[in-house]
């Protein structure tokens, strides 16, 4: 079993940063695929429901609406992930949630199909 927890959350003004990390137990996650997703408040909470917003296996990728402003990496020392995001709208206030698994195919494709996540951190950003 793998736990994830994620932390670095808070609230920020428009134009700022924030680092999120996800720190995994249990098991090495080096080789996992390990992704970040966020759902905005007041949406119904489901998996399927989860905005796509990173991930890293071998290689990364990002979604749409934060390329260029996110960066995801890992410290596999650490066995933690990290988001670091810059430049935040205030539509990046969301709840972010991070998740692992064996497959990166998984990760892009069928999220909720994932077989670890975490319990989330709140992000605000303010106007």
């Known amino acids: 079993q793998v736990q994830l927890v994620e932390s670095g959350g808070g609230l920020v003004q428009t134009g700022g940063s924030l680092r999120l990390s996800c720190a995994a137990s249990g098991r090495d996650i080096s080789t996992y695929a390990v992704g970040w997703f966020r759902q905005a408040p007041g949406e119904e909470r489901d998996l399927k429901g989860r905005?796509?917003?990173?991930?890293?296996?071998?290689?990364?990728y990002y979604g749409d609406a934060v390329k260029g402003r996110f960066t995801i990496s890992r410290d596999n020392a650490k066995n933690t992930v990290y988001l670091q995001m810059n430049n935040l709208k205030p539509e990046d206030s969301a709840d972010y949630y991070c998740?692992?698994?064996?497959?990166?195919?998984?990760?892009?494709?069928?999220?909720?199909?994932?077989?670890?996540w975490g319990q989330g951190t709140q992000v605000t950003v303010s106007s």
């Open positions: 998740a692992a698994d064996s497959s990166i195919v998984i990760m892009t494709g069928a999220p909720w199909e994932n077989d670890y």
């Open positions: 905005e796509f917003v990173a991930a890293i296996s071998g290689s990364t």
